[in-house]
């Protein structure tokens, strides 16, 4: 529950009093979140070709676009492919110790995948600390039936 404090003070010229009523914790978390929000890059997942006969390697990249490129969340990250094939990988990587203003995140990654069958799959990219998804990104890809691709 928030109880307002009032600060009370009266201005020489006229005498007249003002009340300043302070901001509650959550107003102020909340300034802290859109702070956050805008330095937060997004991300841009894409696969390249989108549309392809099995058997197919693809590239897949993601993309952080906009927000600070010192982000501490995002500095040092892991990261996750989900392939949508029932499969996933992960990597992470040894960084200096976090410098505000100094330290760089790392804007693109990019990887290969080999899908062996055909049909649609959600690809989902996750930059992660342990077990804690940071920020996600999404894309489509469809494989469509080849000449060896096989039995569904």
């Not at 009032?6 to 978390?29: M, R, S």
């Not at 937060?40 to 693809?58: C, D, L, S």
């Not at 410098?99 to 995140?105: F, L, M, T, V, Y």
């Amino acid at each position: 529950m928030f109880t307002p404090r009032h600060l009370f003070t009266t201005t020489a010229a006229t005498g007249l009093a003002l009340c300043l009523a302070a901001l509650p914790a959550a107003a102020l978390q909340n300034d802290k979140s859109k702070d956050d929000d805008a330095k937060r890059p997004k991300i841009r997942v894409r696969a390249q070709p989108q549309v392809v006969m099995a058997p197919a390697r693809i590239t897949l990249t993601a993309e952080l676009q906009g927000g600070a490129d010192d982000f501490e969340e995002y500095y040092c990250a892991g990261i996750e492919w989900e392939w949508g094939d029932d499969t996933s990988s992960e990597s992470t990587t040894d960084c200096e110790p976090y410098d505000a203003g100094k330290s760089q995140i790392k804007r693109r990654y990019t990887v290969q995948h080999q899908f062996r069958r055909p049909g649609s799959y959600k690809i989902y990219f996750h930059l992660k600390n342990k077990d804690r998804i940071l920020g996600s990104g999404t894309t489509t890809l469809q494989v469509q039936p080849g000449a060896s691709s096989g039995p569904f």
